[in-house]
């Protein structure tokens, strides 16, 4: 099995660090609306619509595991054998099996993480019943090391907390949307849904054509795929498109031949 990316970027999906001022305000409110205008499409800094990014671009490497592993899975089985069945039902067991692991280990993560916050969250809360005077001045100085000066850090430290000071506390010191936290049944589903819809690529590829030409079948799916996907997360990430396919394309080539070889080793030995 591939290492799991997925649940260090569900994990942080909606941490998105503030950096300008009152947008700390600004963000906390808007991050619980729904509608993003388009015209806002490239603007990073945005914390709901840089949470969505975060969640697709985890959809997408959590397909690439899919496709990968299951390539790798079924073509090293097509390697051994000529049956179709086995091929089938390995190629099924790894696609269950790989999105429940991706499922589990996302849900464990976020809960974990999410456990983390809520607990980052009481303390803050403690904090402020217990020393309000301290608090704001607490916020103040972070405005200040951000670049403004002490007298507009105060102004924007005592307009913050009257609005809502846990808000400006979770926001600055945490980078936590207290309202928003990371559902761990959400990304364990949205984990198991990307890396199943990955599966299903080499899946259907070697399962459809006949024995003489699926293995080949599924290496076009799967290059076609890993383009895809390639893609995609380089245009998320705003990194150049060809060497990122190139690399993706590369990698899960190597795994299936490696697989096809080993299968092949192991159906002249055992068969
Ligand atoms: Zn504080």
Redesign the pocket.
């Known amino acids: 099995m591939l290492p799991d990316f997925t649940g260090h970027i569900f994990g942080h999906g909606r941490r998105a660090k503030v950096v300008g001022l009152p947008e700390a305000a600004e963000n906390a409110r808007v991050s619980t609306e729904s509608e993003i205008p388009g015209a806002h499409r490239n603007e990073p800094h945005h914390g709901d619509l840089s949470g969505r990014l975060n969640w697709l671009r985890a959809g997408v490497l959590g397909a690439n595991d899919g496709i990968i592993s299951t390539a790798g899975l079924v073509v090293g089985v097509a390697g051994a054998t000529t049956d179709r069945t086995a091929v089938l039902a390995a190629g099924v067991a790894g696609l269950v099996a790989g999105a429940l692991s991706m499922a589990g280990g996302e849900y464990v993560s976020v809960s974990t993480q999410r456990d983390t916050e809520r607990a980052a969250l009481r303390k ?1 809360e403690r ?2 019943a217990e020393m309000p005077d301290a ?1 704001e001045r ?2 103040a100085g972070i405005y200040e090391d951000k670049g403004l000066s002490p007298e507009l850090a105060a102004q924007v430290a005592r307009e913050l907390t009257e609005k809502n000071a846990l808000l400006a ?1 979770a926001d ?3 980078q936590i949307d207290p309202e928003n936290l990371t559902s761990p049944w959400q990304a364990a589903w949205a984990s198991f849904l990307s890396f199943a819809v990955g599966a299903l690529i080499p899946l259907i590829a070697i399962a459809l054509p006949p024995v003489g030409a699926r293995v080949w079948t599924c290496i076009v799916a799967v290059v076609v795929g890993l383009v895809l996907t390639g893609a995609v997360s380089a245009r998320l990430g705003d990194a150049p498109a060809g060497r990122a396919i190139a690399r993706n394309v590369l990698v899960g080539t190597l795994a299936m031949v490696i697989t096809y070889y080993v299968g092949v080793l192991f159906g002249v030995t055992v068969g």
């Open positions: 803050e904090e402020l608090e607490e916020l506390h600055a010191e945490l």
